[in-house]
């Protein structure tokens, strides 16, 4: 059973731009949902995730994140990831985004525990459908253990500039995953577009 196909969802929660863009410095809280296809069991979980990035360049940036989940018949997973994006601004509204991360995924059973490492790539599109609207979708690939390739969709709502509310939707082989975060930016997310009232 793969148990770290549910952790592409928030890995992949949106990216941003600096000054004259969105904003690659933020850090993410979110609710984990998951439901897991495992042969002739499912398995389902939930849990927490928390996502940090920092801009280094208007082009570039660094991020960290953790995922902590429980599952039914006894089953923890925790995830960590450490890696670099970077962003190519399409037009006003858009944006073409790539990541590469270092993945550490721990999962303890009642009949013992495992852990390993790899990586994850992801390639996707940012935009901004209205002043306070903005939708992420693309693929992910994880190779930890077992190679996985994920599609993405997550989308989030602006209060002001500086908070969002949002959610997320991660699909692998009958996995799916359902996250509910909260963000707080600390750049200057519309500044390509018109600022949310």
């Known amino acids: ?15 941003s731009v600096l000054a004259d863009g969105f904003d ?17 069991f499912d398995a389902d979980g939930d849990g927490i995730g928390i996502l940090g990035s920092y801009a280094i360049h208007e ?3 660094l991020f960290a994140g953790y995922e902590d989940q429980s599952f039914d018949f006894g089953i923890d997973s925790s995830t960590l990831f450490l890696g670099g994006g970077i962003n190519y601004v399409l037009d006003d509204d858009w944006d073409l985004i790539g990541r590469l991360s270092y993945v550490s995924a721990d999962v303890d ?3 013992g525990s495992a852990d390993d490492d790899g990586y994850a790539l992801m390639g996707g599109v940012r935009g901004r459908l209205t002043s306070n609207v903005e939708l992420d979708a693309g693929l992910n690939y994880f190779d930890v253990g077992d190679s996985d390739t994920s599609l993405f969709v997550n989308g989030r709502y602006y209060l002001n500039d500086g908070l969002a509310v949002g959610g997320g939707l ?7 995953t359902l996250s509910i975060t909260v963000r707080a930016q600390f ?4 500044s390509r577009g018109a600022n949310p009232d």
């Not at 991660?170 to 996995?175: I, K, P, V, W």
Request: glycine share 12%; aromatic share 10%.
């Open 59 to 61: 082009e570039f940036h």
């Open 109 to 111: 059973t009642p009949v």
């Open 170 to 176: 991660g699909l692998n082989d009958g996995d799916m």
């Open 1 to 15: 059973m793969n148990t770290r196909t549910w952790i592409a969802g928030l890995l992949l929660l949106p990216l």
């Open 24 to 40: 690659y410095t933020y850090v993410e809280a979110g609710f984990l949902s998951s439901e897991i296809n495992a042969g002739p």
């Open 187 to 190: 750049g200057h997310r519309n």
